[in-house]
């Protein structure tokens, strides 16, 4: 299994709406493509004092071929309505891990 995980310092003025948007469009379109098994949403407690708040996305994938899959056919269009809709108001960095156990 492979994890697709996605960290993102969200700014605290658009936090509600980006919140909102994130939990009504953006997991649900990501669901929809069909290669993602599991997800999960956290925020993280021990946060600096940075201007923002910080979630990590967690998305499971039951393969290395899904996850190919999903960059070649749905990442830039997912990613692009992000940073349309939010642009200069978050940071963000992607990790891909290997479940092991």
């Given at each position: 299994?492979?994890?697709?995980?996605?960290?993102i310092n969200i700014d605290h003025q658009v936090h509600e709406e980006w919140l909102t948007w994130i939990k009504n469009e953006h997991i649900p379109d990501m669901l929809a493509t069909g290669l993602f098994v599991e997800n999960k949403v956290l925020r993280l407690l021990n946060e600096f004092d940075n201007g923002g708040i910080t979630y990590s996305f967690q998305y499971y994938l039951n393969s290395m071929e899904d996850y190919i899959r999903y960059e070649?056919?749905?990442?830039?269009?997912?990613?692009?309505?992000?940073?349309?809709k939010f642009r200069d108001r978050f940071v963000t960095f992607q990790t891909l891990l290997e479940v092991v156990e």
């Amino acid at each position: 299994m492979i994890l697709y995980s996605i960290t993102i310092n969200i700014d605290h003025q658009v936090h509600e709406e980006w919140l909102t948007w994130i939990k009504n469009e953006h997991i649900p379109d990501m669901l929809a493509t069909g290669l993602f098994v599991e997800n999960k949403v956290l925020r993280l407690l021990n946060e600096f004092d940075n201007g923002g708040i910080t979630y990590s996305f967690q998305y499971y994938l039951n393969s290395m071929e899904d996850y190919i899959r999903y960059e070649t056919e749905h990442a830039s269009r997912l990613q692009d309505e992000h940073i349309k809709k939010f642009r200069d108001r978050f940071v963000t960095f992607q990790t891909l891990l290997e479940v092991v156990e």
